[in-house]
C-alpha cells in the first residue's frame, strides 16, 4: 500500500545512554492500523523489535523507548512496517550514526571563584558525561553571562555570549561586586564523532553580589578557625586552672583588723588561762 509509510521518523539519544524514536502516522490511518519498529546495528546481528512503544490516545504505536544503548562508532538500521485492515502497510527504512543524534549533557561541576582584587572571576567546568568520547579536546562551549536585573539600581538584565571556547576554564574580566551575576554553558563537537548539534544547557550558578570573594572567603575561613581555636584553649585553660586551684590550700589572712569584740576576747584569753594554771612545788631534799 503505497503512500502508507509513517514520516518524521526522529531518534534521540540523551542522558548518556536513553535513546527514543517516534514518528508521524499517515493522515488516513484507521483505527485498525499499528505499526512495529525493528532495528539493529551491525550487518551481522537480526532485527530486534521494540520493547516499550509509545502510544497515542487510541493505542496506535507512534514511537518507541530504549535504554543501555552504547554510542562507539556504531550505525543503526531502523526499520517501521506495519499493517491496516488485514494488509501491510508500506515499510520505513532510516541508517543513522548514533553519535549524530546524541543530545549532549550539560558539562559538569561548573564552579566560579571571583578575586575582588582583580575584578575577575574564573570559570570551570569538566566535560559532559558520554559513553564514547573520553578526551576533554573532543568539545567545544559556548558560555552566557547574564547581569542580573536589580529594579533598585534600574539595571536590566544583560547577556554576554561567548561561543566556541575550547579548554575547561574561562576568564570573566568584567566582575563588579555591586552586581548579581549568572552563568551557564552547553558543548558541542570539536572536530571529533560527537554531535554538531548544541547540547544542554547547565544550571545556571550564581555569583557576584552579596557573595564572598575567594580570597575573602579563604580569609574568614582562617579567622573562623583561629577563633574557634582560641575558645578551645581558652576553655582547657579554665578548665585545668579549676582543677589546680581546688588542690592548693588558700593563705591565711595575717594581716586583718582586729574589732572591739576580738579585742575584749584576746584579752579575756591569758586570764583564763593563768587562773586555771597549775602551780607544782619543788622541795629541796638535803
Not at 94 to 116: D, M, Q, R
Not at 140 to 145: L, P, Q
Not at 250 to 272: G, V
Request: charged share 20%.
Amino acid at each position: 500500500m503505497n503512500g502508507t509509510a509513517i514520516e518524521n521518523f526522529v531518534c534521540v539519544i540523551f542522558n548518556v545512554s536513553f535513546m527514543n524514536c517516534t514518528w508521524h502516522v499517515d493522515r488516513t490511518a484507521s483505527g485498525d492500523t499499528q505499526y512495529f519498529l525493528y532495528w539493529k546495528t551491525s550487518r551481522k546481528e537480526d532485527y530486534t523489535g521494540c520493547q516499550n512503544y509509545i502510544r497515542d490516545n487510541f493505542g496506535m504505536h507512534t514511537g518507541c523507548r530504549f535504554q543501555n544503548v552504547t554510542i562507539a562508532n556504531k550505525r543503526a538500521c531502523f526499520l517501521v512496517n506495519g499493517s491496516r485492515s488485514g494488509q501491510n502497510i508500506q515499510s520505513y527504512k532510516k541508517t543513522i550514526f548514533l553519535y549524530k543524534i546524541e543530545k549532549l549533557t550539560p558539562p559538569l561541576n561548573v564552579t566560579v571563584n571571583c578575586t575582588e582584587t582583580f575584578h575577575s572571576c574564573e570559570i570551570r567546568w569538566q566535560p559532559p558525561h558520554t559513553s564514547h568520547v573520553k578526551r576533554r579536546a573532543c568539545f567545544k562551549y559556548e558560555i552566557v553571562i547574564e547581569n542580573q536585573a536589580d529594579p533598585q539600581k534600574t539595571i536590566k538584565t544583560t547577556s554576554k555570549i561567548e561561543r566556541n571556547i575550547t579548554g575547561n576554564s574561562y576568564v570573566f574580566g568584567s566582575f563588579s561586586t555591586g552586581k548579581r551575576y549568572s552563568v551557564k554553558i552547553r558543548a558541542t563537537d570539536n572536530g571529533c564523532l560527537v554531535s554538531t548539534s548544541w547540547g544542554e544547557w547547565s544550571t545556571p550558578v550564581e555569583f557576584g553580589k552579596e557573595q564572598l570573594t575567594s580570597t575573602s572567603s579563604y580569609m574568614l575561613f582562617l579567622v573562623s578557625v583561629l577563633a574557634t581555636n582560641l575558645v578551645l584553649f581558652l576553655f582547657t585553660v579554665s578548665i585545668y586552672l579549676k582543677k589546680t586551684s581546688a588542690t592548693v590550700p588558700q593563705p591565711r589572712d595575717t594581716f586583718y583588723e582586729l574589732s572591739s569584740m576580738d579585742f575584749k576576747t584576746e584579752y579575756k584569753n591569758p586570764l583564763i588561762k593563768h587562773d586555771t594554771e597549775e602551780i607544782i612545788t619543788v622541795e629541796e631534799v638535803m
